[in-house]
């Protein structure tokens, strides 16, 4: 398989992953966001951890990244939760989540900045369309009514979204730096949401359901998921990748629903169509090599 092949691959797994983010969420229960994220990104933590051992290298080697590495790694993961979560606190969440999810946007518009990349239309459309589906799935066809007292909260949700894209374009240029050292990000993201939770959360002591809810996480959405991600970023089609992500709350929305969590409707049908026509226009290049091939 061609690295960018199996980049592409491993990308599409990582927005499988985040589809179950919304399923695992909701068995996670009453967990505090930040004890949330603390344990399943220990969780990662640990899968990062196996990895170092599988590459028989010891841990410190892997940890001895440039402090720019660490810098972007932490802030990107880190930084998107913990903004994340001020946003849906200073905001609708309806609203909150629709800004967020500028980020597959943002990923494919930031592209162009990186080298040998170049933007086409077909990029542009195919994410645009992608929005306007992730647009009809989130708002269930109701329309958005920005208010001035929700002002920071929509401003903490554009942050959030800035801080994904630019940390999974930024990933781009580090393609000497190992997958494995987004265990050590994971670790470090870990212990500040668990500084965060010590100081504005109490505590909740996880039941079995809840604690393999928060397993799950941290092995998939909340964890796994940016190591594939990362693999994508550094070898994949990114402009793809960005497109394809819009397919994630689409996912997440069909998941719920077979789980008789939620109801299909016709918003969700018409946002399957979009977001599915606008990853086949984003796929138009690879579509063109495939059909070449007979």
Not at 3 to 13: E, H, M, Q, W
Not at 96 to 102: C, F, G, K, R
Request: net charge positive.
């Amino acid at each position: 398989m061609q690295r960018t092949s199996k980049g592409n691959l491993f990308g599409i797994v990582a927005i499988i992953l985040w589809a179950t983010l919304a399923s695992f969420g909701v068995l996670a229960g009453n967990i505090p966001p930040f004890q949330l994220t603390s344990m399943a990104f220990f969780v990662a933590f640990l899968i990062g951890a196996i990895l170092w051992k599988r590459e028989k290298k010891g841990i410190l080697v892997h940890l001895k990244q440039p402090l720019i590495v660490w810098i972007v790694g932490v802030c990107g993961l880190f930084g998107y939760h913990f903004f994340y979560f001020l946003a849906i606190q200073n905001a609708p969440a309806v609203e909150a989540n629709l800004i967020n999810y500028l980020w597959p946007l943002l990923i494919v518009l930031f592209s162009a900045f990186l080298p040998n990349e170049k933007l086409r239309w077909f990029h542009v459309v195919g994410v645009s369309l992608g929005l306007l589906g992730a647009f009809l799935l989130i708002t269930k066809g109701k329309g958005l009514e920005f208010e001035e007292q929700y002002f920071l909260g929509y401003m903490y949700a554009v942050i959030c979204g800035v801080v994904w894209a630019s940390y999974s374009v930024i990933s781009r240029l580090f393609g000497k730096v190992p997958t494995s050292a987004v265990g050590g990000f994971c670790g470090v993201t870990a212990v500040f949401s668990l500084i965060c939770h010590l100081l504005f959360e109490t505590t909740v002591m996880p039941d079995t359901t809840q604690l393999l809810a928060i397993i799950a996480l941290g092995l998939g959405p909340v964890g796994g998921a940016f190591f594939v991600w990362d693999y994508g970023m550094k070898n994949g089609d990114i402009q793809l990748l960005g497109s394809l992500s819009y397919a994630a709350p689409l996912l997440s929305t069909l998941l719920l629903i077979a789980l008789g969590l939620a109801k299909m409707s016709l918003f969700v049908w018409i946002a399957c169509g979009l977001i599915i026509l606008g990853s086949m226009i984003s796929s138009l290049s690879h579509l063109k090599k495939l059909l070449a091939r007979f």
